[in-house]
């Protein structure tokens, strides 16, 4: 009898599976179909959402929709955040966030929806999964405002990049902070540093040359030479293989190694703290996650964030093109408070970011060639590790 | 010299978590039941490891917190082993399905739960429990560099476990019958063994190591815990294949793969390796390629259990 329950049970959380299964695999056939009928109804329903949020005059006009992680992730969803609130609070706009219910472009498609809904004007959608939708939410709901983070709007095959008027694109010059970290490490008085990225997308690879030029830099000035270990260990995962190839890295002297690439900085740490050697952390401010990371390359998601949601209620929104955030418009940098510096000041810090700011300082971000073959450095020797 | 205690050191990282969950799968296999969800036990078996070095970490620290989370982790995967045991035993299921089922499982529960607790999949845990140098021991020359510097407590425990294991597996009744379930199970059967019994207690053995193996994983390297071990179940399952099922055989394959592994990732610094202008795709390629000959070489005379596999049926004849 009791088997014969269970079989039941089971039988039906079968079919309902498969039930479930059947209707997300129909979805994006007839999502072409429906694709204009949705956008009436779409229309719609923003009519009456807006005759529901006159009566009520309320809901929240800033809106974010996280990304896979939570509000206070520590990374991409926190640093939006901190932006949205900041702005909201000296404004006096009200504000709120959604989370999705699963990391695929059709539950972030409705959640925005479920943002707009509330009453949002602006959406900010924070990481490069937000891509592909926010190019469909763009034609949706023209009249609301988008500002994607560390990404281009594309379609699902990447055929067809449209940034539309309502969107702000926002991309951060990854080179730059690297170039920093690279300077500063050796300013600080290290001659012996690491590179170790995850897969050598563009990202990441802009990072490492940028890190290799800001230490070649360094270096020429110093009049040091500086041995640079390099590798791309082809996941942004912790592995003991990663972990190994820093461990003997720290053991043959090198003294920094960038972990430049989600988790592999993590082994990275690990290492570390077995040699007690230091870590450069990347993104965001890491120096929380372990005592090894002296400094971090950064991308200050708060404050492109911010300039995006301001620039919008001032009217002068950038939509329709693409934000370059660098060291000019203050979108990247080293977190200083936190760094653990013996030689390199505040003021050298200073010194170096106004280079890069009137554009004194050049750096070869040309990602064609992830192997540093094609870079041109006078005192820095790297050795690229396969 | 230091050179060789570090290749030495990091082989052991390595190492061990493939002893040990070899070792399990070892079990698992001598008692009939294929065990290819030993990459999810891995998982499940660190997942909770390393909540619970999370949760406590304020609080506990050092070898008494790791030993506890030992015990945690064996336990888990002990339990979750057991849905492959009934799985495989009672409903006789095929059992590459429901290891499969089970390696799929696993990292998804990991994330779900560790999104549920705390909100984010990445568990941090503090290493408080490297040791620098054994008392005494430590001082041994070259001996003590080679083994007691720069290790971990699991390492040790790796090594008990391979003592007992093989013990177990020889030298006791519980073994004997253990084999004799995975080679005929009919004739075990006849000569009154609960086959169905001593399967169970196969699989639950190599979950327990399973779920050891997978905290042993992660501690020493990494400072959070992704839901993830890198393929170290499936390749624990190639150590055990190539260790033809015995656990001395399986300490020299783990220990083979070990060195490659290391070598393969440190060799970039070592300028000694480096110099010899040897690309690290061949120490990467090393062990699978002498996996493959010895499975060429061996596969006549397989020292496989003969019944591995098999979902045992009383009344087959």
Redesign the interface.
């Known amino acids: 009898m009791k088997k014969k329950v269970l079989s039941m049970l089971l039988a039906g959380v079968m079919v309902l599976s498969l039930a479930a299964c059947g209707s997300t695999g129909t979805e994006p056939a007839a999502e072409a179909e429906t694709a204009e009928s949705e956008a009436e109804t779409a229309e719609v329903t923003e009519e009456t959402t807006e005759t529901a949020s006159e009566e009520s005059a309320s809901g929240y006009e800033l809106a974010l929709v996280t990304d896979l992680g939570t509000i206070d992730d520590k990374s991409f969803n926190q640093g939006a955040w901190e932006g949205v609130t900041q702005y909201a609070e000296e404004a006096g706009v009200t504000y709120k966030y959604y989370q999705p219910q699963e990391a695929t472009t059709d539950s972030y498609v409705e959640t925005i929806g479920l943002a707009i809904e509330g009453g949002a004007k602006l959406v900010v959608c924070p990481g490069y999964l937000f891509e592909t939708p926010v190019y469909i939410v763009q034609e949706q709901y023209p009249e609301v405002t988008f500002i994607l983070l560390d990404g281009e709007p594309h379609n699902e095959d990447y055929s067809d990049y449209k940034t539309a008027s309502n969107t702000m694109a926002i991309l951060f010059q990854e080179d730059q902070p690297g170039y920093l970290a690279g300077y500063a490490a050796v300013k600080d008085g290290m001659t012996k540093l690491g590179f170790m990225g995850g897969m050598a997308v563009p990202a990441v690879v802009r990072y490492g040359y940028g890190f290799v030029q800001g230490a070649d830099a360094a270096a020429t000035e110093m009049g040091v030479n500086v041995d640079i270990m390099y590798h791309y260990t082809g996941a942004f995962a912790a592995t003991p293989e990663a972990q190994a190839m820093a461990a003997s890295w720290y053991q043959n002297g090198t003294e920094v190694i960038f972990g430049c690439g989600g988790a592999v900085g993590n082994s990275v740490m690990a290492a570390a703290e077995e040699a007690k050697a230091k870590v450069i952390g990347v993104d965001v401010d890491q120096s929380y996650e372990s005592d090894t990371v002296i400094t971090s390359a950064m991308k200050k998601l708060s404050v492109s964030v911010y300039d995006g949601i301001k620039a919008f209620y001032d009217g002068s929104f950038p939509g329709g093109s693409t934000t370059i955030f660098s060291a000019e418009n203050d979108g990247i940098g080293l977190p200083m408070d936190t760094s653990k510096f013996t030689n390199f000041t505040q003021a050298d810090y200073d010194a170096i970011v106004a280079g890069l700011v009137d554009g004194s300082i050049k750096i070869n971000n040309d990602v064609a060639d992830t192997t540093t073959a094609d870079l041109t450095l006078s005192s820095a020797k790297v050795t690229f590790v396969e | 010299m230091?050179?060789v205690y570090?290749i030495f050191q990091?082989t052991m990282?390595?190492m061990i978590p493939l002893l040990v969950v070899a070792l399990g799968g070892m079990f698992s296999e001598r008692s009939g039941v294929i065990n290819i969800a030993l990459e999810g036990i891995m998982t499940m078996g660190a997942f909770t490891g390393i909540l619970f070095l999370n949760l406590t970490g304020g609080n506990m620290s050092g070898q008494g917190q790791l030993l506890i989370a030992v015990i945690i982790s064996m336990i888990t995967g002990a339990v979750f082993a057991m849905f492959h045991a009934y799985a495989s035993i009672n409903m006789k299921a095929d059992q590459t399905i429901s290891g499969t089922a089970l390696n799929l499982f696993a990292p998804a529960f990991a994330i779900f739960v560790a999104?549920v607790i705390q909100?984010?999949?990445?568990i941090?845990f503090a290493?408080t429990f490297?040791i620098e140098k054994v008392p005494v021991l430590g001082d041994i020359p070259i001996i003590g560099d080679l083994l007691f510097k720069?290790t971990y407590i699991t390492t040790y425990l790796g090594f008990v476990i391979l003592a007992i294991a093989a013990l177990v597996l020889y030298k006791t009744k519980f073994g004997l019958r253990l084999r004799a379930c995975g080679e005929h199970p009919q004739a075990a059967d006849a000569a009154g063994i609960n086959v169905y019994r001593m399967q169970y207690a196969g699989v639950i053995l190599s979950g327990a190591l399973g779920g050891l193996g997978g905290l042993v994983?992660v501690v020493?390297?990494?400072?959070?815990f992704?839901a993830?071990v890198?393929g170290?179940g499936f390749l624990a399952l190639a150590v055990l294949i190539f260790g033809q099922w015995k656990p001395v055989k399986i300490l020299w394959a783990s220990l083979f793969f070990g060195l490659m592994?290391?070598i393969?990732?440190?060799?970039?610094?070592?300028?000694f390796l480096e110099g010899l202008g040897i690309?690290?795709?061949l120490y990467k390629m090393i062990p699978y390629l002498a996996t493959l000959v010895v499975l060429i070489f061996t596969s006549r005379n397989s020292q496989a259990p003969k019944a591995s596999g098999i979902p045992y049926d009383k009344g087959a004849r």
């Open positions: 230091s050179v570090f990091q990282f390595f999104r909100g984010v999949q990445q941090q290493n490297r720069n994983f020493p390297t990494s400072t959070n992704n993830t890198s170290y592994k290391a393969a990732a440190a060799y970039s610094g070592i300028p690309p690290s795709y």
